[in-house]
């Protein structure tokens, strides 16, 4: 696929957007066929065979991932985790994979709980620790998996550092850019080989479709291997999924930046605040990784995480006493969300028990603040 030069605000509205060819709709219709009619000599007349190979909604879906991200090609899924699973079942029993430690959390458990016992070797490791990761190399790895921003620390791992570890191990990168999305990070641009999402997120946008993705940096033997995956292992999107995430990367651009605009007035009036114990935004200078951030990212994002000087009570009080943001999990979705994330992520986390995560939404900052405000004067 050719890579686009145009800004990403018009890649978004128009990579993998076209007015129909059968009729002129300007949204693309939603085609719900599973199979299509051969030609006569047993040809595809316009490539579609059947919907677990392929569908038009998810071709369009595709086109446009791959163009936001600058890969050569994208891959869409029905969740972000079964994005992550394509990537591990690409590799053999008895390959290692460097996962860095603050991953989401059900990736982790998808590497511990279901990759393990089929004989994948994986080390957790502090990724925004270069060497920490470079220590963890052995003879078989073949992959590190980073996150950056990371969840719900956000911590920020050095892109470059990492691209060049592995280059020299041989070893493929992975970035899940679920938190930064397209529009506030580059991961090809530092060397990363592939990119995930969960297109849940960001990429919906409205908190209303399941879906994930990869995007290939260049073509590879792996990637086909993941093209392969995509079909016989079929944990593909519908085409309403499809289309309702191609709907929602058209205005990506524009609730990204709002939503950053928010977070960083949320963050600076957190950080003032008598009962905040610590802030942890990348925005915010007082961060470990605010100058790799400010270096590696085009805005610091919409996710936030505070921790509470009256402890864990303090935190799930904090979280009851909202009124505007929404109290449930996920994020990137167009309204705001808070959660006590240890209690989401069960006994297995290492999440401190007093930090309230955030999913700063489009709402107006000075009602978001105001909400907290009341949340925290209520303690
Ligand atoms: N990666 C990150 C950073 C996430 O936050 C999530 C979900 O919360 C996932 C991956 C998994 O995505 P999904 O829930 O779409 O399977």
């Not at 145009?6 to 076209?18: K, P, R, S």
């Not at 990637?223 to 519908?238: D, H, K, N, T, W």
Request: charged fraction near 20%; charge should be negative; glycine fraction near 8%.
């Amino acid at each position: 696929m050719q890579k686009s030069t145009a800004h990403i605000e018009t890649l978004c509205v128009h990579a993998g957007h076209a007015p129909d060819a059968a009729t002129a709709a300007i949204s693309p219709p939603i085609h719900l066929s599973t199979t299509f009619e051969r030609d006569a000599d047993g040809g595809y007349p316009k490539g579609f065979s059947y919907a677990r190979a392929a569908n038009p909604n998810r071709t369009q879906l595709e086109t446009c991932l791959a163009a936001l991200e600058g890969g050569s090609e994208a891959l869409a899924f029905s969740s972000g985790v079964a994005a992550a699973m394509t990537v591990f079942q690409a590799l053999k029993p008895g390959d290692h994979v460097i996962c860095t430690q603050d991953a989401y959390h059900g990736v982790q458990r998808l590497l511990r709980e279901v990759l393990q016992p089929w004989q994948l070797r994986v080390s957790f490791v502090d990724a925004a620790d270069a060497d920490a990761v470079r220590k963890a190399l052995t003879p078989v790895t073949q992959l590190i998996w980073v996150e950056t921003p990371s969840n719900p620390l956000l911590r920020i791992t050095d892109l470059a550092a990492i691209a060049e570890i592995a280059r020299r191990a041989h070893a493929l990168t992975v970035c899940d850019n679920t938190f930064a999305t397209p529009v506030l990070q580059r991961p090809f641009d530092y060397g990363m080989d592939f990119i995930m999402h969960s297109a849940t997120k960001y990429l919906g946008g409205h908190s209303d479709v399941l879906g994930g993705a990869i995007v290939a940096r260049t073509a590879s033997a792996f990637s086909e291997r993941l093209r392969l995956l995509q079909s016989e292992a079929g944990a593909v999107p519908s085409p309403f999924d499809c289309w309702l995430l191609l709907r929602g990367a058209a205005t990506l651009h524009l609730r990204v930046r709002a939503q950053t605009e928010n977070a960083v007035r949320i963050a600076g009036f957190l950080a003032e605040h008598q009962a905040v114990e610590n802030v942890f935004y990348p925005g915010l200078e007082s961060h470990p990784g605010h100058a790799l951030a400010k270096q590696q990212m085009r805005g610091f994002g919409a996710m936030l995480s505070f921790t509470l000087r009256g402890g864990a009570a303090a935190a799930m009080r904090v979280v009851a006493n909202a009124k505007l943001f929404i109290r449930a999990t996920s994020l990137g979705g167009v309204e705001s969300l808070i959660e006590h994330r240890a209690s989401m992520e069960g006994p297995d986390t290492k999440t401190p028990g007093n930090l309230v995560r955030v999913s700063v939404g489009v709402e107006h900052a000075g009602d978001l603040i105001a909400d907290l405000d009341q949340a925290l004067a209520a303690l």
